[in-house]
């Protein structure tokens, strides 16, 4: 069984589908959609699909760097508000 805290940085307990992704996410998202594509151009089928696989590798290694930080934040977050109403 998994922690609550995971539960919540994996969605599983709100409704994410209303967050919407503010303006600066979107141009960092599309630039870097168009410098992959073009990067792409220039590699044989072989090369892109080691390219992919590593693009996956960072999303990956990027999620579980985010759920670590979430994790750390919750705690540090719920220790605040413990000392504040103990004291």
Wanted: with cysteine; charged share 35%.
């Amino acid at each position: 069984m998994q922690s609550i805290i995971t539960d919540i940085y994996l969605h599983d307990n709100a409704d994410f589908e209303s967050i919407k992704p503010n303006g600066e996410y979107v141009k960092i998202a599309n630039k870097l959609a168009v410098l992959c594509e073009e990067f792409e151009k220039g590699l044989n089928k072989k090369q892109v699909k080691k390219f992919r696989k590593i693009f996956d590798l960072h999303i990956d290694l990027e999620g579980a760097t985010e759920e670590e930080h979430f994790k750390e934040g919750f705690k540090l977050g719920l220790k605040i508000a413990a000392e504040t109403f103990l004291q």
